[in-house]
């Protein structure tokens, strides 16, 4: 499950941190993160998923 949510983070950064952790302000942070660079997006959403 780990390989499909690293997948959207990479697609998609925002989905996939609420895959992981819901709408929480990691969430939030990470649509901030992705709107001011992509790769900041992609570099926090596959640390989410990683750590959890």
Do not use: C, R, S
Not at 15 to 21: C, D, I, K, N, T
Request: charged share 5%; no cysteine; proline share 6%.
């Amino acid at each position: 499950m780990d390989i499909i949510k690293i997948i959207f983070a990479i697609i998609l950064p925002p989905v996939g941190v609420a895959l992981q952790v819901g709408l929480t302000g990691a969430f939030w942070l990470n649509i901030l993160l992705t709107i001011l660079g992509y790769i900041p997006g992609i570099i926090h959403a596959i640390w989410i998923i990683t750590k959890n």
